[in-house]
């Protein structure tokens, strides 16, 4: 072959563990419906800036800190983390892992989330607690849109790992990992169900 891959680009996608995702997850989408009732700071907040939706990003951030289950929930994806970052070839040894910020999103029918990266950590992720039918996946960029200039666009039949947009649906009990300056968007939510997920950043030392 002539041509080969360079600098590809790692998304990581796994189920959290192996069984009890349905309990779990009832669990957690009913903390997630308390902390939206309890927490006004993030209501006013979302209005403004997530409209139709609630995330406790700008208010409740740090979860896994104050609230057991997210705190398991923490112990259970810093396994998955490991994995990803040894698939990325980082050195992480004598270094470790650390959860920075955890929050949670419900994206009730119409809510949308637009074009962003996670600044300040290395990997970033979401964990999917409820996905109805038909609600949107987890849609990522090719980060070296910005460097194309004059290239012709791309066929419609191109392949997966050409193409500039890719979606990763999102499937409850489902974790999704990447590198946190990867871009990446939710569609505008067309189920008639709310979707809730956890997301999360992480750093080393
Ligand atoms: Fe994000």
Same mark, same amino acid.
């Given at each position: 072959?002539?041509?080969?891959?360079?600098?590809?680009?790692?998304?990581?996608?796994?189920?959290?563990?192996?069984?009890?995702?349905?309990?779990?997850?009832?669990?957690? #989408?009913?903390?997630?419906?308390?902390?939206?009732?309890?927490?006004?700071?993030?209501?006013?907040?979302?209005?403004?800036?997530?409209?139709?939706?609630?995330?406790?990003?700008?208010?409740?951030?740090?979860?896994?800190?104050?609230?057991?289950?997210?705190?398991?929930?923490?112990?259970?994806?810093?396994?998955?983390?490991? #994995?990803?970052?040894?698939?990325?070839?980082?050195?992480?040894?004598?270094?470790?892992?650390?959860?920075?910020?955890?929050?949670?999103?419900?994206?009730?029918?119409?809510?949308?989330?637009?074009?962003?990266?996670?600044?300040?950590?290395?990997?970033?992720?979401?964990?999917?607690?409820?996905?109805?039918?038909?609600?949107?996946?987890?849609?990522?960029?090719?980060?070296?849109?910005?460097?194309?200039? #004059?290239?012709?666009?791309?066929?419609?039949?191109?392949?997966?790992?050409?193409?500039?947009?890719?979606?990763?649906?999102?499937?409850?009990?489902?974790?999704?990992?990447?590198?946190?300056?990867?871009?990446?968007?939710? #569609?505008?939510?067309?189920?008639?169900?709310?979707?809730?997920?956890?997301?999360?950043?992480?750093?080393?030392?």
């Amino acid at each position: 072959m002539p041509t080969r891959a360079w600098f590809p680009t790692l998304v990581y996608h796994e189920p959290l563990q192996k069984s009890g995702l349905k309990k779990l997850n009832d669990e957690i #989408a009913d903390e997630c419906q308390k902390l939206r009732e309890f927490d006004q700071a993030g209501r006013q907040w979302s209005a403004k800036n997530y409209p139709g939706g609630y995330t406790s990003y700008a208010s409740l951030n740090t979860l896994h800190r104050f609230s057991s289950t997210f705190e398991a929930l923490e112990r259970k994806l810093n396994r998955h983390v490991r #994995a990803f970052a040894k698939d990325l070839d980082m050195d992480l040894k004598g270094r470790s892992i650390s959860m920075t910020d955890c929050w949670v999103n419900i994206m009730p029918p119409t809510a949308a989330h637009s074009m962003h990266l996670h600044p300040l950590s290395f990997i970033s992720g979401t964990y999917y607690v409820a996905t109805p039918p038909n609600c949107p996946g987890l849609k990522f960029e090719d980060p070296r849109l910005a460097h194309l200039m #004059a290239a012709p666009p791309k066929k419609a039949n191109a392949r997966d790992s050409n193409r500039t947009y890719t979606t990763y649906p999102a499937q409850a009990g489902h974790v999704i990992l990447f590198e946190s300056w990867l871009r990446h968007e939710v #569609a505008q939510n067309r189920s008639d169900a709310e979707r809730i997920s956890i997301s999360f950043n992480y750093a080393w030392s």
